[in-house]
């Protein structure tokens, strides 16, 4: 597993879906190319997925918002006869090292929330058009959807058979979702996850697991009278045309560094770091929101977090022993502010500048999340303001600098905040980064909001503990240098547990459950001789012999 | 470790504490005995500690609640000059099982929470007196006080080393209850864990790690003044004599089964599972609270709290391959309803009344915590009433008999509700088992409410949704063996994972998070090679090398 994973595509090169437009309504067919593979050495028979696979119907989900905000329901099922979705291809699984499998996991989840967010925040709901066999993975995708529609045929059925089946966890959301988002009892839970034949027609609605359950001779009838009820439901407010979401710009070199018109992502393999260094605005704000959507995915607002969201997917996929991301940036502060102003200005009532909001807000999320050390260095001539002050906020530390520094002549480092770090962009546990900072000291996120609008260096920032630590001339590259030597020598499995509960303090929600509680498990799961030993379940599978046990329990 | 791990200890048993009693304040010094071991091969230096030295120290703070009930402050010290405590035995650790370490860190969390509910139910509040080295388990100790003084001496710190040491997360509750009970903001958290030698004086208290530091002059006096001061605050009422806990009477047979005088746990090796057969009154209840008294720990309802607490114990340490524990009772549920209502009725006027009722609740807790398969068979003649409802409801399954059987003239198969399962026994996301079971559907829960006091035989149970299967004599047998036998053949570590996360739907709490979140990184840690394999920094502690780690990040 050498080659690049490309995260980026278009609907010219999908291999695995199609989508078929009809006004407000959409349908997504799931249609998964055998061959198709990400990897050899797996079939994706049955409509099972691979990462590559997901990757699609990533984009899928993004263009939809962003292409076809006109869509108000979008009806989820399989381009294939007998079956819906059989889950994960367990020979990609089987076959797949540790931190793939994880990364995998991740990154499906990611998109299962992203379909989510469609739903509430944009109201292009999903609606899961049952026929054939759903399973696994097949059956937490549907999970994901606002609605389940089940047809009564005597053989469809939704299950979750990794349990029985594989001896790991239904790990995208599964079993998450199965208990707080269908609140599903927790014993009928515990015999629906041992059943690897699943459950089928009414007892699946009885027991909560889909919404509902239609004859099969009225199937096609009730989902079409689903999509259109959500449809109206909808209203998408001055919808009418979306914007191209056009070919990233960006060029990779020989040592897996990547270069975007706004983003630079540079490798230091030796230290095991990547630093990320993002570009201010290369231009005026839009004028107006006409001229917004004119530029549309040149917009300096909405092409820096697609190259953001780009570049992290690129380290975590194809470099992990990257292990720390320094985060810098370049550029006017008050020219960040004046982008970011028209679209939060806007967002209330322009579907655009919602949605470039919105996609923010994912990515500062995919950042949160990322298993890598983040550090920001604020340095003279950066220009972390506003939205772009989340990403200090999302990183373990945060170092500015502090006075003159010899032969720099770049302004003084300074953070500006903004409304933007004040609300419109959440963490998964619901709480904007500041409250997470703070949730000590509440007093000290009204503090930071009467300091909006001011441009805070670096004795008034760390005043008001918004950075870890700050470093004169004197000190600054022998700190950065010690720091980053230091963590490069810890243990990167400590830092990952460490860091995936430090990061989310206090309140949990259904995605962190997700995250922290499910993932940790099957993480924990997949390291297991039962499961992935040679005797165990996930490598067994195929060959008819089932997986060979320790039971000691633990 | 073949030998048989005991859960039963009394003061003049202790090797590690010793307690000094002086009116409402108590102090516990920790002076733990190097050779003092539970198993062969490491040596308790620096009041480094073992689950031996843990078990004590649960019995503490349990003597401290039913022996001691005129305490209102426990100060918490050293009997060593130069140390607080080292934290949990890195040798011990290194050389101990997964199982047993995992264990080993349940245990301990679950004393260390039993210490913050002491203070929290039982207005016995701990303070911490800190002199000397505070690292890692000894800091976490710390962690679950009520209160932290730390002497200010030049010397004296606090550390959580383990990640840069030991390539492992401090994972007694460490990492949560900084974050969530101490809300240290998580930038200088990530600091601070990254910091071998900890930190000191003024600064930990800036970074809110300990509540107040003294001058090293003033230090006696301030702990002094503080104890007197909780003490004063405290003021239990009607506690001037304690009752004293008397051994358990039990006897273990050679094939680890153990017999109690109302609780039978049996086991059956080949097909590992255990049933745990619990005896409902064998006499009919105090008629006062003076009587309660008077019968102490002979008293049904307490004797029965801590022979199940006990007997849980045993099997989740010294039986891993037992993977599925099997409750059944036999008994009148009338006279279960007697005997819960004297205490319920009393709890909230008389300590003993209302130690036992917390006693109970934290037995339920142990009971949710344990990852095992739980499943309660309810059959004829059972006294599955009030509190020991609360046994079904803490299961993955419950089944129930229905209908005559023939050769049976048992009473039949019922359940009967009481208060006890409305209230106070919350599980440790804050909710009751029957909130928790019906988190998608509340009004079960006031149906439920409206059928208290009633005998619920197997149909109206089953309406009621307070059981999984009811199945008459066709069908019985037949039924639990399947059942039995499909459990016993799926894998112990995917049952161990579903079980965490089906189990607490819904919110979190800072215990939840410990238990699921921070346990279950941990968990995966202690599988990774860069803490447990040969290079692994676990396995090199103290050879002067430090871990060798594989940098790729998962």
Redesign the interface.
């Known amino acids: 597993m050498t080659q690049r994973i490309d995260f980026q595509t278009d609907p010219s090169r999908y291999r695995h879906w199609r989508v078929a437009y009809d006004g407000p309504v959409a349908t997504v067919f799931m249609d998964v190319d055998e061959n198709g593979g990400l990897f050899d050495g797996y079939q994706l028979k049955l409509n099972s997925y691979d990462l590559g696979v997901d990757i699609e119907l990533a984009d899928v989900v993004q263009r939809m918002r962003f292409e076809h905000p006109e869509v108000g329901a979008v009806v989820l099922r399989s381009g294939k006869d007998r079956v819906f979705c059989a889950g994960a291809n367990i020979r990609m699984l089987g076959g797949a090292t540790?931190?793939h499998k994880?990364?995998f996991c991740k990154f499906t989840n990611e998109t299962r929330n992203a379909l989510e967010a469609a739903g509430a925040e944009s109201g292009q709901r999903y609606i899961c058009a049952i026929k054939g066999a759903c399973a696994g993975g097949g059956y937490e995708l549907a999970l994901a959807c606002d609605h389940i529609i089940l047809t009564d045929d005597g053989a469809t059925s939704v299950a979750l058979p990794?349990?029985?089946l594989l001896?790991?966890?239904p790990g995208t959301g599964g079993?998450?979702r199965?208990?707080?988002k269908?609140?599903?009892?927790?014993?009928?839970?515990?015999?629906f996850?041992?059943i690897e034949e699943g459950v089928k027609g009414k007892r699946a609605e009885e027991w909560?697991l889909v919404d509902e359950v239609a004859p099969n001779s009225k199937f096609e009838e009730r989902v079409a009278a689903r999509a259109r009820e959500f449809a109206e439901r909808a209203k998408p407010a001055n919808a009418d045309k979306g914007i191209a979401l056009t070919p990233l710009q960006r060029a990779f070199a020989e040592d897996g560094s990547v270069r975007y018109s706004l983003v630079e992502a540079h490798i230091d393999r030796s230290k095991?770091v990547a630093t990320i260094a993002i570009a201010g605005p290369d231009g005026k704000a839009p004028a107006s929101i006409a001229e917004l959507h004119a530029q549309g995915a040149s917009a300096w607002i909405l092409r820096l977090a697609r190259e953001l969201d780009d570049a992290i997917l690129h380290l975590r996929l194809n470099e992990?022993?990257?292990?720390v991301l320094v985060f810098k940036s370049h550029g006017d502060p008050l020219e960040v502010v004046a982008h970011e102003k028209l679209v939060a200005d806007n967002c209330k009532t322009d579907w655009l500048a919602r949605e470039i909001q919105l996609y923010w807000k994912r990515v500062f999320k995919r950042i949160d999340l990322t298993?890598?050390s983040l550090v920001a260095l604020i340095e003279n001539g950066s220009c972390f303001a506003g939205l772009l002050a989340e990403i200090p906020f999302a990183?373990?530390?945060?170092y500015m600098m502090q006075g003159a520094f010899e032969g720099d002549n770049r302004a003084a480092a300074s953070i500006t905040l903004t409304s933007a770090n004040f609300g419109p962009f959440p963490m998964s546990n619901d709480l904007t980064r500041l409250q997470?900072?703070?949730?000590?000291?509440p007093d000290k996120v009204e503090e930071a909001a009467e300091a909006k609008g001011k441009t805070l260096e670096a004795a008034e920032a760390s005043e008001l503990?918004l950075v870890?630590f700050v470093f004169d001339e004197v000190d600054w590259d022998e700190e950065v240098r010690i720091f980053l030597e230091?963590?490069a020598?810890?243990?990167?499995?400590?830092?990952?547990?460490?860091?995936?509960?430090?990061?989310?303090?206090?309140?949990?929600t259904m995605e962190t459950?997700i995250f922290?509680?499910?993932t940790?498990?099957?993480?924990?799961?997949f390291?297991?001789p039962?499961?992935v030993g040679e005797n165990g379940?996930l490598k067994r599978y195929g060959t008819g012999v089932?997986?060979d046990?320790?039971?000691?329990?633990?």
Chains 1, 2 share one sequence.
């Not at 269908?182 to 015999?191: G, H, S, Y």
């Not at 997470?436 to 000291?441: A, D, I, K, V």
């Not at 046990?549 to 633990?554: N, P, W």
């Open positions: 540790h931190g994880v990364n990794e349990v029985p001896a790991v966890l079993l998450t199965v208990t707080d269908r609140k599903v009892r927790r014993d009928l839970a515990d015999v996850c041992s909560r095991g992990p022993e990257i292990g298993s890598r990183c373990d530390r945060a997470t900072r703070f949730l000590g000291e503990g870890t230091e963590r020598s810890f243990s990167p499995d400590a830092m990952t547990g460490m860091e995936a509960n430090l990061r989310f303090p206090g309140p949990e459950r922290g509680r499910l940790a498990w099957q993480n924990w799961i390291q297991r039962n499961a379940a089932r997986g046990y320790d039971r000691r329990r633990v």
